[in-house]
C-alpha cells in the first residue's frame, strides 16, 4: 500500500492519543485541503500491511487508537481494514476520516467488498469533504460544518446514522 506518512502520536486526529496513517492518493481535490501533498496516487512511499502492523505494536501503551487519514483512505479499504482489525485485537479503537459521505461509500460498497470490511472495522467515520467556505476550529477533529463525526458501532445497532458524542 502507498503512505504519504505516519504520525506515531496525534492528540487532534480522534479521541485520545492516536496513532495516524496518512494514505497516499485521494480523487477529491478539496480546495484549501490541509494535505495537497496526497492527493497525487504516485507519490509517497510503499508500506507492506505487516510493516505497519508491526510498526503500530510498536507504540506505547498510552495509544488510545489508530486513525486513517489521507489521502482517501477508501481508495486502499481493504489494507486498512486489515489494519484495523489487528488494532483492534491489541485494544485500540479505529477512526477513519473519508472525503466521501457515509451514504457514498455504502452504495460504493455494493460493487466493493473492501469498503464494505473498512466501515465495519470503524469505530468512528468521519465523513464528508473540507469545504473551505464553512471551514469551523470549533468543532473537534473536522475542518468543515458538513463533516459528520459518526459512530460507527451505534449506527450499526441502530440501522440509522449516529453521530458521535464524547462522553
Known amino acids: 500500500m502507498r503512505l504519504s506518512g505516519i504520525t506515531p502520536e496525534s492528540i487532534v486526529d ?3 492519543l492516536r496513532y495516524v496513517v ?3 492518493g485521494c480523487p477529491h ?3 484549501a485541503c490541509h494535505n495537497p501533498e ?3 496516487f504516485n507519490a509517497g512511499k510503499e508500506f507492506t500491511v505487516k510493516e505497519i502492523i508491526r510498526l503500530m505494536k510498536k507504540q506505547k501503551k498510552t495509544i ?3 486513525t486513517f487519514s489521507g489521502g482517501e483512505p477508501f481508495t486502499q479499504a481493504g489494507e486498512l481494514a486489515v489494519i484495523a482489525q489487528e488494532a483492534h485485537k491489541i485494544g485500540w479503537d479505529v477512526v477513519t476520516y473519508t472525503g466521501y459521505t457515509y451514504e457514498q461509500l455504502l452504495e460504493l460498497g455494493d460493487n ?3 469498503i464494505i470490511d473498512l466501515l465495519a472495522a470503524s469505530d468512528i467515520l468521519i465523513d464528508g469533504k473540507y469545504i473551505d467556505k464553512i471551514k469551523t476550529i470549533n468543532l473537534p477533529f ?4 458538513n463533516q459528520r463525526l459518526i459512530d460507527m458501532n451505534k449506527t450499526r445497532e441502530k440501522g440509522h446514522t449516529v453521530l458521535w458524542k464524547n462522553t
Open 14 to 16: 480522534g479521541p485520545g
Open 38 to 40: 496526497s492527493w497525487d
Open 64 to 66: 488510545q487508537g489508530i
Open 22 to 24: 496518512f494514505t497516499q
Open 112 to 114: 466493493e467488498k473492501d
Open 29 to 31: 481535490g478539496c480546495p
Open 142 to 145: 473536522r475542518g468543515s460544518l
